[in-house]
């Protein structure tokens, strides 16, 4: 099954957004350290909202539930991606994405990329950093720079892709350092040269060999089982497109045609007898966000009407009364009532 689908704009309201610790803009090392999301309170007495990933990969620390906590504020909201984070030779590399970018254009959110510029040794391998931190002053200069931008997030985000290949030569020249400081072995400087060559020779260049790695990675998801979803039906890759024509490939968990609906299923498991972590349900609700808000699906050539839907499966030994009586559970079902959206537990549907 081949699902392509269009959105042309964001109607969604988030109801399971934790409440957000403010802190000045003076302390925003100490934010960064202490906090995935929170407020920030700048010397002109307005307030943002900021969300950091820990990688620029999407399926490490859970960066859409930061940021999905922050989509509650009504002003400004920022996330920090760094352009790419390199543990050490025993630990991963990741780089930074276009439809990662792209992604939070759609969400309105304001992206900075920024770069690591310091670091401690892992204690429990030769050759692998941790405590990574941002290069301060360089985020307070954006962010002020945001302050004043009068265009909206996705035009901000563009001329970030501008200066990728710069940002790229920092952090590279930061990791050189790190490992010379700390004795750590770093990843091969070649691959990280390639792709600060690919940067350099312009946004669109870059969009499009994001774009091959994008494709190869939705189909090696799309092969993989995930036994631990405890899903029933099989994966679908899904191209959503938006109004200017960005794409974005994802990989639907499950995807089903019952009664002429597609049925777009986003799964989220514990093997525990209660609900799983708030942490995997906002990271589902951000797939909600998008789901919710399609148009012009095309499954196979034929068009068809979705329905968006969140499947939550538990150990077999559940208390449903328990369950359905959480509170957490019972803004769920209103964040879903009032989007859309449908909510599974197990083999039943909810009644919201």
């Known amino acids: ?145 945001i302050l004043s931008y009068q265009s909206d997030a996705l035009h901000w985000n563009l001329c970030q892709i501008d200066s990728a290949a710069k940002l790229a030569k920092k952090a590279l020249e930061a990791y050189e350092y790190i490992s010379s400081k700390l004795g750590v072995q770093m990843h091969s400087s070649k691959s990280a040269l390639q792709r600060i060559s690919e940067l350099l020779k312009g946004k669109e260049n870059f969009i499009a060999y994001s774009r091959t790695l994008a494709k190869k990675a939705q189909l090696r998801e799309t092969i993989t089982n995930q036994p631990k979803e405890r899903l029933t039906g099989s994966k679908a890759p899904i191209v959503i497109t938006n109004y200017l024509g960005g794409a974005y490939y994802f990989t639907v968990d499950e995807a089903r045609l019952q009664n002429r609906k597609l049925l777009l299923i986003e799964g989220k498991h514990t093997k525990n007898n209660r609900l799983p972590s708030l942490d995997d349900i906002k990271d589902g609700l951000l797939k909600m966000i998008l789901y919710t808000n399609l148009t012009n699906v095309v499954v196979d050539s034929k068009k068809v009407l979705s329905v968006a839907v969140l499947l939550l499966t538990t150990g077999p ?31 039943e549907y909810i009644q919201l």
């Not at 003076?26 to 969300?51: C, H, P, Q, W, Y």
């Not at 920090?80 to 254009?105: C, H, N, Y």
């Not at 559940?318 to 537990?345: C, P, R, S, T, W």
């Open 317 to 347: 030994s559940v208390n449903y009364e328990q369950l359905l009586m959480d509170k957490n559970f019972e803004l769920l079902k209103e964040e879903a009532k009032i989007n859309g959206f449908l909510i599974m537990l197990n083999d």
């Open 1 to 145: 099954m081949v699902i392509t689908a269009k959105i042309t704009g964001i109607k969604y309201t988030p109801k399971m957004g934790r409440a957000l610790n403010t802190y000045h803009f003076s302390s925003l090392e100490k934010a960064l350290s202490t906090e995935a999301s929170f407020l920030l309170m700048l010397d002109n007495g307005n307030t943002i909202a900021v969300s950091w990933w820990v990688s620029p990969k999407r399926t490490r620390s859970y960066p859409y539930t930061r940021v999905y906590d922050t989509l509650y504020f009504p002003g400004k909201k920022i996330t920090i991606i760094p352009i790419f984070k390199d543990e050490g030779a025993d630990g991963d590399r990741d780089f930074l994405q276009w439809d990662t970018v792209s992604l939070m254009s759609l969400l309105g959110v304001y992206v900075i990329i920024g770069y690591y510029t310091s670091a401690s040794r892992n204690p429990n391998y030769k050759n692998k950093i941790t405590d990574q931190r941002f290069d301060i002053e360089f985020l307070k200069w954006q962010i002020n720079e």
